[in-house]
């Protein structure tokens, strides 16, 4: 069955990565969500997308330098986007998250690794604690990177459905996901071309970002694709009630 997937939360009307961003897509019956993992200097898988806190926090703060005990009480409000409204929301754990989603077996988690804590770190230190934390979730999650070397060794070692983001329309790219036997391959809607293709012909499931617009959404689940990603769940699915 198609679904929406909520993209790092509710991330129009909340700060994105959050615990209320998520909680927030739940409650308007999101049964997918989407959030992304960097890793602090003591090994803390740490949810937010970028690497450093300036964006969401105002604080320029590089979170694979700095211990989590030293972050967790930053405010993560975004306040260039939401003033001081989101002022009391913090940086989250992955453990944060994980503990939320762990009694909502049918919501589906995306958990996206991201590349600038892999180089720090390298790939066995990061997906180690990761796998870890997990494990509740395992039957209800789906790990994506665009490190497909990190992807392949979480499906060897843990035997998690995997998803590889791609970033271009390519015949090589779709051989390798093959070999490998990838679960999911991600895309951005604008990448892939404008002419019919039928998704569900292919050897995995497709994840497009992202669009809040409702009609196209409606096209890409015609077409096969089996999530969707908004970065506005509420809205999007209160006009698609039945892509719930």
């Not at 589906?108 to 180089?119: N, T, Y």
Request: overall charge negative.
């Amino acid at each position: 069955m198609s679904s929406i997937v909520a993209h790092r939360g509710q991330q129009a009307t909340f700060p994105e990565n959050t615990l209320e961003g998520v909680q927030e897509a739940i409650r308007c019956g999101a049964r997918a969500v989407e959030f992304d993992v960097q890793m602090s200097a003591d090994h803390i898988p740490v949810v937010c997308h970028d690497v450093n806190l300036l964006r969401t926090a105002g604080i320029d703060m590089d979170i694979t330098q700095n211990r989590y005990a030293d972050m967790q009480t930053i405010s993560v409000g975004e306040p260039s986007r939401f003033s001081e409204q989101y002022a009391s929301v913090t940086l989250p754990s992955l453990q944060n998250v994980i503990n939320q989603l762990t009694d909502i077996p049918d919501v589906l988690a995306f958990v996206e690794l991201k590349d600038e804590s892999i180089d720090v770190f390298g790939i066995d230190n990061f997906i180690e604690p990761v796998i870890k934390q997990l494990l509740p979730i395992k039957d209800h999650c789906i790990v994506i990177a665009d490190n497909l070397q990190a992807l392949i060794r979480l499906k060897q070692d843990a035997g998690l459905p995997v998803g590889w983001i791609i970033h271009r329309w390519d015949e090589d790219d779709f051989r390798l996901a093959k070999q490998q036997h990838l679960d999911y391959l991600v895309i951005n809607h604008k990448y892939f071309p404008e002419q019919q293709h039928d998704f569900s012909s292919d050897p995995w499931q497709w994840v497009i970002y992202e669009t809040r617009n409702p009609d196209k959404a409606v096209r890409l689940f015609e077409q096969g694709a089996a999530f969707v990603e908004t970065d506005d769940a509420c809205q999007l699915l209160n006009r698609l009630p039945g892509y719930k």
